[in-house]
Nanobody
Framework: QVALVESGGGLVQAGDSLRLSCAASGRMISSYALAWFRQAPGKEREFVACIDWSIGRNYIADSVKGRFLTSRDNTKNTVYLQMNNLKPEDTAVYYC????????????????WGQGTQVTVSS
């Protein structure tokens, strides 16, 4: 079983930065890929970023490439989503998710999900 807890969301202005955290716990977490998805009101959940836990390879969606980065702290079992130059269209609930080993952009391939954290960007 894997448990995920997101934090760091909030209300910011366009152009600001925000860092989300996802604290992971559970057996074999070191062999899981951890991803970020987001869901804006009235829209489907979409892939944002992912990092292979053991290899550390990053995947970033084209829509946020150049502005968002994901990283990990193995000592804290925590994954971060650094969001820079935020835009109003980044407003969404951001979810952390986990699946064994390798990253995927497909949400139905993830086994575990956090409760989500709200990010609101005002213009």
């Amino acid at each position: 079983q894997v448990a995920l807890v997101e934090s760091g969301g909030g209300l910011v202005q366009a152009g600001d930065s925000l860092r989300l955290s996802c604290a992971a716990s559970g057996r074999m977490i070191s062999s899981y890929a951890l991803a970020w998805f987001r869901q804006a009101p009235g829209k489907e959940r979409e892939f944002v970023a992912c990092i292979d836990w053991s290899i550390g390879r990053n995947y970033i969606a084209d829509s946020v490439k150049g502005r968002f980065l994901t990283s990990r702290d193995n000592t804290k079992n925590t994954v971060y989503l650094q969001m820079n130059n935020l835009k109003p269209e980044d407003t969404a609930v951001y979810y952390c998710s986990a699946r064994p080993r390798y990253c995927s952009t497909k949400e139905n391939e993830y086994n575990y999900w956090g409760q989500g954290t709200q990010v609101t960007v005002s213009s």
